[in-house]
């Protein structure tokens, strides 16, 4: 009988380092059914009586010598040592205020005395691993991610134009780093001070102590409160400057995480793991080293602009929630710790029978749409997507367009990971080019789409909703501008885009809830339950080029006993066929 793998961490104390690293991860492991595991905290002084041989014994930042003959019986034993770093504490700068206590010779030894010791080291960084490739050469690197439970943000606040809150989340061991952006936010506060509020979390610098514009939050005694505190603070921009130094360059990128789920646009110095993760302009801002009139540019352009506040938040949030969370990558400790056994690690057959998989990060939802030129409804419709969808990948598949629409989809696929493109070499209509599509689909859910439309807020999780309330249920629509049938909004009078995303909003709360049954809904923007598709196939490609393979599809699921619905708190702007229309609809 397998049974779990038993793993010991000590640490130093349990603070946001220990959480991150090590409690978290293994929580989540134990949850899965993976392991069993203790951790020991040192810093309490206490004995903790070891009664077994741990398979893995985790050491995060152990220096104290008098423990290496205990840990060196435990590796006699066959435990495997296992020492983490999120950390180069080798190169702490002087104004650190830990630099006195790792610079002791004493100390710096019985650190290096147990990365020698150890059988792996796991850190955060590939600059760590590199600096510490000298001592060890057996070295894993484990990207920090954010436990969902410890920080439970779930949504994007709207920035408030004329109280823009503007704050720096660290601790006093950033005071160095925060010096290259103090000048600065003084010039801010002189030149915005009507339109701004300044919030300090955990450190309070003396030069804003007299100041009482300005907000201070202390610090406290655990990660989940800080979670907790930081979405409370409602800040609308986050500053995370760092000084060039060797110690910074292996530090993660964990502050821009923790900025991203909580729905925060950050302004990061344009340096070490910032530079490794955030796509300028995308998921936050740059500013190049030590450069004080930087952070006036950038920070002056936010305040100017709120809407780019905005959209810099949700790109962020959404980059996080979907890419580095650690229910999204529990798989790399499993990979690590199997590594280290020398063998595969399975779930132990007396776990519940629920945790009983391997955890594969699955997209929810998959949105299938076809391409024939027409690029400037496309960049809408993609930009429409990207601001108000989470958890989804989408799915291009173009039909040879000459107008720079395979340049903007292949420019795409290379700026984000969660999308396919299809090319095809010649124009195979709708229904050939959605079954392409459907044979790579994994997702649970599948949304076919025009190119010519634009998604509103909270469109998807609608839809999904209404899928989910009943098993019956198999394919859902929307209603809009443009559509046959009884999904046309007669009501829908607007005369801009901006105007039209106001109508959304009240269509969304005048028919909250509403659902209409309807035998056939049009492909214009459909979600439709994968489960259907395995059933009864895909799309009949004896109607191509297009047009009457969507009331086929639906009277199809109908015989399969699924229900068509109609969501009418669901509002979407569409153009009207631009495709055919160019191509010429008597084709």
């Excluded at 792996?120 to 510490?132: A, P, Q, R, W």
């Excluded at 780093?177 to 000048?183: H, R």
Aim: aromatic letters at 10%; glycine letters at 6%.
């Amino acid at each position: 009988m397998k049974t779990k793998l038993k793993i010991l961490a000590v640490v130093n104390n349990l603070g946001a380092v220990a959480q991150v690293r090590v409690i978290s991860p293994l929580k989540y492991l134990k949850l899965l059914g993976y392991i069993d595991y203790e951790v020991v905290d040192i810093s309490e002084g206490k004995e903790n009586p070891i009664s077994y041989v741990p398979d893995i014994v985790i050491l995060q930042r152990i220096n104290d010598i008098s423990y290496y003959k205990f840990f060196n019986f435990l590796k006699s034993k066959g435990s495997k040592i296992v020492f983490e770093l999120d950390d180069n504490l080798l190169e702490l700068p002087e104004k650190n205020p830990a630099y006195s206590l790792y610079s002791d010779p004493n100390l710096k030894r019985g650190l290096l005395e147990y990365i020698w010791l150890a059988d792996h080291l796991i850190v955060s960084t590939e600059n760590l691993k590199e600096y510490y490739s000298v001592f060890n050469k057996s070295i894993t690197v484990v990207p920090n991610q954010i436990d969902e439970e410890i920080f439970t943000n779930k949504k994007v606040r709207k920035t408030n134009a004329s109280n823009i809150r503007i704050g720096f989340a660290g601790t006093i061991t950033h005071r160095e780093d925060f010096e290259q952006a103090e000048q600065a936010l003084k010039v801010i506060q002189r030149k915005y001070k009507e339109q701004i509020k300044l919030v300090f979390l955990n450190m309070m610098p003396e030069t804003f102590t007299t100041d009482r514009t300005v907000e201070f939050i202390p610090g406290v005694n655990s990660l989940k409160e800080f979670a907790q505190v930081l979405n409370a603070a409602n800040l609308d921009i986050g500053l995370a400057p760092l000084t060039y130094n060797k110690f910074n360059m292996g530090k993660s990128d964990i502050k821009f995480l923790e900025y991203g789920i909580s729905g925060i646009a950050g302004v990061y110095s344009n340096f070490g793991p910032y530079k490794r993760t955030i796509k300028n302009n995308e998921t936050g801002l740059f500013v190049n080293l030590e450069n004080s009139f930087g952070w006036v540019s950038k920070l002056s352009y936010l305040i100017e602009n709120p809407s780019e506040i905005d959209r810099i938040k949700t790109n962020v949030f959404n980059y996080v929630s979907e890419k580095r969370t650690l229910k999204n990558n529990c798989k790399k400790w499993i990979d690590a710790f199997s590594k280290i056994t020398g063998q595969s690690l399975i779930i132990a057959e007396d776990s519940k029978s629920e945790n009983k998989k391997i955890i594969k990060s699955k997209t929810k939802v998959s949105i299938i749409f076809i391409t024939y030129n027409q690029l400037k409804y496309t960049r809408k419709f993609v930009n429409s997507v990207q601001k108000y969808t989470s958890d989804y990948e989408l799915i291009a598949i173009d039909n040879k367009s000459t107008d720079g629409t395979i340049e903007y989809l292949q420019k795409l696929k290379t700026e984000k990971d969660n999308i396919k493109v299809i090319l095809n070499d010649d124009n195979l209509g709708f229904p050939k080019a959605v079954n392409q599509a459907l044979k790579v689909v994994e997702s649970e859910f599948v949304l076919l789409a025009n190119n010519d439309i634009v998604v509103t807020e909270d469109w998807l999780n609608k839809l999904i909703a209404v899928a989910g309330s009943d098993e019956k249920i198999g394919i859902v629509g929307p209603i809009s501008n443009s559509v046959s049938g009884v999904q046309f909004d007669k009501d829908a009078k607007y005369k801009s885009i901006d105007e039209m995303h106001k109508y959304a909003k009240i269509v969304s709360k005048k028919n909250k809830g509403k659902v209409e049954e309807f035998p056939r809904v049009a492909f214009l923007c459909t979600l439709i339950k994968k489960e259907v598709i395995d059933k009864i196939g895909g799309l009949d490609e004896r109607f191509t080029p297009g047009n009457f393979e969507d009331d086929d599809f639906c009277l199809r699921s109908q015989l399969a006993g699924y229900k068509t619905v109609i969501a009418t708190d669901v509002f979407i702007h569409h153009y009207g066929s631009v495709s055919f229309k160019k191509n010429g609809e008597n084709e």
